[in-house]
């Protein structure tokens, strides 16, 4: 059988879900595979819910993908884990960044930012279905810069994907060739925090 | 295996078909989710490209360069083609020379749009043939044959996007430009001097020029623009651009007809394909366009009847409607979660249009207001915000509150429109406001920049596309020059100051116009330096959450209840030391300016 996966971005606007969804898209390109990667530009990008999909697979139709089909879900953010936690299929798995961006109306008083968001998940979760919980961003400030949350996140989530890894050294070198070739090696820290961390669970 | 593709966003895909159709000229203005065609086209040195003032001025140096011998090009979101229409419709009486191609970008579901319109109506009232494609590769191939079809039938050509088209990479295979050579100019009045002697004859070809297309699509003469796909005969599906993947992703087992032109129509090709279907249905989001003609040419078929006129289609929501399969099984129930709050997008931290909404609000001015970044004004914590309706409208709004009210409402309102905006169609309405006495007020939120929709250059910023030094219109100069007798500038981030400046100006007797000039926070002009960083004095801070109410990004409420700032997002507009009432948040800046003096 080949190979196929559906994995959902989910942050806030401003988190770097555009560039990781890149990332999958070079992997996919490298492996042969057909691969749609949708993105959010516009007005949700000012700090609103983003979500980008990637479906990587023989023959890709849809862009998006639906409640119950994601195999693998990277939240940037709790909130938004726990928004988007319905895609994910049973027997997938949810990476959730532990950190708290608060939205609008709930710095405003007008809602609450739900407690125990991943104790509440963890409680639903059943039949397979993965949950893990890391501190993404403080990884990527050891790696150098607190942007890198993104590519932590796919470290810690190779762990789990059927993708060798060299791919995915390879795609963040040639997302950040020429001029940035610190930021590739920053980056491939992050990745390897990211990965890492998983390994010591 | 394949051979090694480029992953393109379906606009990039565009930008790339048209440089190797050998387009010479791309004129376009901003607007999502079409914006990065010609921000891509700017990456061929070949091409002359442009961001115009608006959509008509593009599609009419698009014309203009058609005319000349030459491809050209101009891209646009659904309601940019508002504005461009009446260019539109009416080259499409005078046909073309070179290739010409409108690009228009629709958004249903309204991801960052103020209405969810349907473009391919005009394609139908505008009589031009429009073609829909479903990925990038076809976005690529869809817009080569775009200007083959434009030269072959001396029509200018549509490309209808919609923003799972536009804002979707997928895998694309290129190829080397065309030399395309100037078709040699020849004047010829009876084709594109549109006076009514002219038009009438025009008008004709253009008939028989839709009739022509139609059945050369039918009869296969023109290539690549429809496919079937014969399966069950139970079920047929006619349908074309971003639904056709969800149909294939929900009913593999269906027989469907794809569209690659969705205007007009191979009415005969479809007969054939309905006479060989028990059932037959239109999958196409947005208004029944295809069905409705189907219906017209007495081809029996379900569509609006089953699906939506509203936002985007699904797979899930084509199985439910038509298909035993079900849908796939979540890990989590949504219902049995906690409520997860809404996420709306805010102004940045450091945004300019924060203070200046932040002085509207205590001056509790009705707003009449525009589009843009700052409309975001109209949602928390100012809600100074009463209307919203188009780009442009704002100031011929406060002229008619004016008006109406016989200067009643005045001294309270006032009309607030941004740099890029006041530019498109807002300079319009402040001659208008002039000529025709009115006393309305109008502030120009002057960022420096087209923000929305993700930083482009515009005629006030001093850049071209390309970051070339340009020319930049002198806002102060060309409101005067319109017969403005007070024009005012102010700092934004001094809400205090602007909040005065802008109460005297509505007092005035004549149409005023205040300046609110501050860059962009995210643009280097505006850019914050660590050294701007706010910081908080434990001991002077109270933790009353005055700073928090403004919203900031960067400030949040810490676990002890003081404020935290994030010195990652500060930007170091000192909005939050200023509402301070205790003097507790300091500014970076005068840190170091006290560490200069001593
Ligand atoms: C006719 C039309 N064209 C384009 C757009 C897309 N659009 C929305 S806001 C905007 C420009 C905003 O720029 P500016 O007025 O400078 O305000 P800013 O976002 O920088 O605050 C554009 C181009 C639109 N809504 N309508």
Request: aromatic fraction near 6%; proline fraction near 5%; hydrophobic fraction near 40%.
């Amino acid at each position: 059988m080949t190979k196929s996966f559906n994995i959902v971005l989910a942050g806030v606007g401003g988190q770097g879900t555009l560039l990781a969804g890149k990332l999958f898209g070079l992997i996919a390109a490298k492996m042969g595979l057909d691969v749609k990667v949708s993105e959010v530009h516009g007005m949700a990008q000012r700090g609103g819910s983003v979500i980008t999909y990637v479906r990587i697979g023989e023959r890709v139709y849809s862009p998006v993908i639906e409640p119950g089909a994601a195999d693998f879900i990277l939240a940037f953010e709790e909130l938004e884990g726990m928004r988007w936690a319905h895609l994910l299929r049973r027997g997938g798995t949810l990476l959730i960044n532990m950190r708290r961006t608060m939205p609008m109306p709930v710095a405003m008083g007008q809602a609450e930012y739900p407690d125990n968001i991943i104790e509440s998940i963890l409680a639903l979760s059943e039949g397979g279905t993965s949950v893990y919980a890391l501190d993404a961003q403080k990884l990527a400030e050891e790696a150098g810069s607190v942007k890198a949350v993104n590519f932590v996140m796919t470290g810690a989530m190779s762990h789990f994907i059927d993708i060798d890894k060299a791919l995915f050294y390879e795609a963040i070198n040639d997302l950040f060739s020429g001029k940035k070739a610190a930021l590739a090696e920053m980056n491939q820290r992050a990745f390897d925090l990211g990965s890492a961390i998983i390994e010591a669970k | 295996m394949r051979d090694l593709k480029e992953i393109l966003l379906g606009n990039e895909a565009i930008a790339r078909g048209a440089y190797e159709a050998g387009v010479k000229v791309v004129s376009s203005y901003p607007g999502t989710p079409s914006t990065e065609i010609t921000q891509a086209i700017a990456s061929y040195d070949r091409v002359y490209c442009e961001w115009a003032s608006n959509e008509k001025v593009g599609l009419e140096v698009a014309i203009g360069a058609s005319l000349a011998g030459a491809r050209a090009m101009s891209c646009m979101k659904h309601v940019g083609m508002n504005v461009a229409a009446d260019p539109l419709f009416t080259v499409s009486y005078t046909g073309v020379s070179g290739g010409l191609v409108v690009v228009v970008a629709d958004d249903p579901g309204m991801h960052s749009s103020q209405n969810e319109q349907d473009s391919r109506n005009y394609a139908r009232a505008a009589k031009m043939p429009m073609l829909e494609p479903s990925d990038s590769q076809e976005c690529l191939e869809f817009t080569k044959k775009a200007f083959e079809i434009s030269e072959k039938y001396d029509t200018p050509v549509m490309i209808r996007l919609s923003t799972r088209i536009s804002h979707s990479r997928t895998l694309v295979s290129t190829n080397e430009p065309l030399d395309q050579k100037l078709i040699p100019y020849e004047k010829n009045m009876q084709k594109n001097v549109m006076m009514p002697a002219m038009a009438v004859k025009r008008h004709i070809v253009v008939e028989e020029r839709q009739r022509r297309i139609a059945a050369d699509v039918s009869n296969d003469s023109l290539e690549g623009l429809i496919s079937i796909e014969q399966g069950s005969n139970e079920l047929g599906i006619i349908t074309s651009g971003i639904a056709w993947q969800y149909v294939k992703e929900a009913l593999p087992e269906a027989s469907v007809l794809k569209l690659g032109m969705i205007w007009p129509l191979p009415i005969e090709k479809i007969k054939k394909f309905a006479a060989g279907v028990k059932r037959l249905v239109v999958i196409e989001e947005l208004d029944p366009v295809i069905e409705t003609e189907l219906r017209a040419a007495g081809i029996n078929c379900e569509g609006k009847d089953l699906f939506t006129l509203q936002g985007e289609y699904t797979p899930s929501m084509i199985r439910e409607a038509l298909s035993d399969n079900k849908n796939p099984a979540s890990a989590f129930d949504k219902s049995a979660l906690p409520l997860a709050p809404g996420r709306p997008p805010v102004m940045c931290a450091g945004c300019p249009h924060k203070g200046l909404f932040m002085a509207l609000s205590r001056l509790k001015a009705v707003v009449t207001g525009d589009i843009g970044c700052y409309t975001l004004g109209a949602l928390n914590p100012t809600n100074a915000m009463d209307v919203c309706v188009c780009m442009g409208a704002s100031i011929g709004m406060a002229h008619g509150i004016d008006k109406a009210t016989d200067s009643e409402m005045t001294e309270k309102t006032v009309a607030v429109i941004g740099d890029s905006t006041f530019l498109h169609t807002g300079i319009n309405g402040l001659i208008n406001s002039v000529y025709n006495g009115s006393r309305s007020t109008v502030i120009i939120l002057d960022n420096s920049i087209t923000g929305m929709t993700g930083h482009q250059q515009n005629p006030a910023t001093g850049r071209n596309i390309r970051l070339d030094p340009a020319p930049a219109v002198d806002l102060e100069a060309l409101c005067r020059s319109v017969g403005v007798k007070s024009v005012y500038t102010v700092d934004p981030a001094d809400t205090d100051a602007s909040r005065k400046v802008i109460a005297q100006a509505m007092k005035e007797q004549h149409v005023t116009v205040v300046i609110a000039r501050r860059p962009c926070a995210l643009i280097p002009t505006g850019r914050g330096t660590p050294d701007m960083v706010v910081s908080l004095d434990r001991d002077k801070c109270t933790r009353c959450g005055a700073c928090l109410r403004i919203m900031c990004p960067a400030l949040t409420k810490g676990e002890d209840g003081y404020p935290q700032i994030d010195p990652v997002t500060c930007n170091g507009c000192d909005l939050c030391v200023r509402v301070c009432p205790f003097d507790a948040l300091i500014s970076g800046q005068a840190t170091r300016e006290e560490e200069a003096k001593s």
